[in-house]
């Protein structure tokens, strides 16, 4: 009975809790660059709460595969 109660409690909470944000991966921020904008915005805005989430890891990331691209074409490369 003990772990009836329990499990309940536990679907109640994760209904009650706000909806995950979903994540996106390095290779979908490079390919969208408006949502690559738009993460490196809203992380560089609030780096306390934002810095550590897997979009801002994500974003931080793409931007620097983005610069490298950018800077291989300028060099000829």
Not at 12 to 19: F, P, T
Not at 38 to 55: A, Q, Y
Not at 68 to 75: I, P, T, W, Y
Request: with cysteine; net charge negative.
């Amino acid at each position: 009975m003990r772990s009836q109660l329990v499990s309940i409690f536990l679907v109640l909470l994760a209904g009650c809790s706000d909806d995950a944000e979903r994540v996106y991966t390095v290779e979908e921020l490079m390919a969208d660059e408006a949502l690559l904008v738009e993460w490196v915005g809203k992380c560089r805005d609030n780096p306390g709460e934002l810095g550590d989430t897997p979009n801002c890891q994500n974003a931080a990331a793409a931007d620097f595969k983005a610069r490298l691209g950018r800077m291989g074409k300028v060099l000829g490369g």
